[in-house]
């Protein structure tokens, strides 16, 4: 799928056309090609039908063209629910992460006129209106700065924050009403959980205060790379920064085993700081958050918009959970996640020892007092099973609150970085530290 400039659709309406004549489309080319099958004497599933080559293309090229909450959400469920989606399907979603159209030079420049004035061009040095990187809500361009800074310019979308509801509610009933997740699984709480994240992201404001508290968290820590902001320069769909130098995070495979687990061992030490002693956590794990510069052995965190702040109650919790499990105590484990709130009063003894038993299983790397080697780990699979297990039966347990969740997509995303690139990480050593 190829990438090219397109305009975005900024009237509701007219996006949930777009939405709706997709959904009929798909239905319609089911129908063309079961009738044709029965035709030559097959008996075709509904399913067959479905993951036709024409079919998932138009549905993946309309999420990148709708943008915003239409292309986060499918992100969200080929990182977070893979498993409840087809292989082709969650193989063509993926791609959404890098493969977004970007807005023509036309509408782009009207997007930064209304935010930052007609002349924002005398702000720049110099301005590439070819993105290098295009994301769910906006798009990043290479700058310079009067002084000759090398910048990094977010641009966002027009009409996200609007469409952000209506779209996230649209596509999840398309994925459900053409079979794309089945009718079992419940996926109001994703739904719900994206629009969060959305609103947050989409608040450049709200982003750019939180870079400037990162940086100075993390002014005595030299391993990490945090850009600066240009205030001039920002406004509320505008975001204008530093540019970090580093490769994709994910490339790290191609370095030696000292420096692979140089990065996954300061990249969680960061998770635990944020928990534990900032109270505040950059709660997306999208590989494409970070950065990795070999010259200078700098970590660059690249992205602020899903920063949750925590609270002294569940930030104790995690810690008193922590030490539980490293400890063997089931009776602490117990009392600590009754104080995050992850039991309902109505739970039966045997779906509590489940929910422990998952807990356990999850903090597998802590559990042993060396080294953990994430890439030869099984650990991913296992929780996978096991969660599935753990939900089968309707309300078997009580859903813990959404500050849990977005820590625990972040654990699961570290897991998963440590596995791409092979880290061993002594988690243990680290979590011991904040004890």
């Excluded at 790290?252 to 061992?265: H, K, L, P, S």
Aim: with cysteine; net charge neutral.
């Amino acid at each position: 799928m190829r990438s090219k400039e397109r305009n975005l659709p900024t009237n509701q309406a007219l996006r949930l056309g777009k939405i709706a004549s997709l959904a009929t489309r798909v239905a319609g080319n089911m129908l063309a090609e079961g009738t044709k099958q029965i035709v030559q004497g097959n008996k075709p599933k509904a399913r067959d039908l479905l993951l036709t080559p024409q079919n998932i293309t138009r549905l993946t090229e309309q999420l990148a063209h709708l943008r915003g909450a239409a292309m986060k959400l499918g992100q969200m469920l080929s990182m977070d629910s893979g498993d409840l989606l087809v292989p082709e399907l969650a193989i063509l979603l993926s791609r959404l992460r890098s493969n977004a159209d970007p807005m023509p030079a036309k509408q782009l420049s009207e997007t930064l006129e209304k935010a930052l004035g007609s002349h924002w061009k005398s702000e720049f040095l110099s301005f590439n209106f070819k993105p290098i990187a295009s994301a769910s809500i906006g798009q990043v361009h290479q700058a310079y700065s009067e002084i000759g800074d090398k910048l990094a310019v977010k641009v966002q979308y027009p009409g996200i924050k609007k469409s952000i509801n209506s779209d996230i509610n649209n596509v999840g009933l398309l994925l459900k009403m053409v079979g794309l997740i089945p009718e079992s699984v419940d996926i109001k709480l994703l739904l719900e959980e994206a629009k969060i994240q959305l609103h947050y992201e989409a608040d450049y404001v709200r982003e750019a205060e939180y870079i400037q508290r990162y940086r100075e968290l993390l002014n005595p820590y030299p391993q990490f790379k945090v850009p600066k902001t240009y205030p001039r320069s920002c406004s509320e769909s505008v975001l204008t920064m530093s540019f970090t130098e580093g490769i994709a995070i994910e490339e790290a495979t191609q370095f030696n085993q000292e420096t692979r687990d140089f990065i996954m061992r300061n990249l969680m030490h960061l998770m635990f700081r944020e928990l534990f002693e900032f109270k505040i956590i950059q709660t997306d794990p999208n590989f494409a958050n970070y950065v990795f510069n070999q010259e200078t052995r700098q970590i660059g965190l690249l992205d602020f918009g899903a920063t949750r702040e925590y609270s002294d109650i569940v930030s104790l919790g995690y810690l008193k959970a922590f030490s539980a499990v490293i400890n063997n105590n089931e009776q602490e484990l117990n009392i600590a996640l009754e104080s995050i709130g992850f039991f309902s009063q109505k739970i039966l003894p045997e779906q509590r020892q489940a929910v422990l038993e998952l807990v356990k299983l999850a903090c597998e790397p802590m559990r042993v007092n060396s080294p953990y080697d994430f890439g030869k780990s099984e650990l991913a699979h296992k929780l996978r099973d096991a969660s599935a297990m753990l939900s089968m039966e309707k309300d078997y347990w009580h859903t813990p609150p959404a500050d849990a969740l977005f820590l625990h997509r972040k654990i699961a995303g570290m897991y998963l970085l440590a596995a791409r690139i092979g880290a061993r990480v002594n988690v243990r050593e680290l979590i011991e530290l904040f004890f």
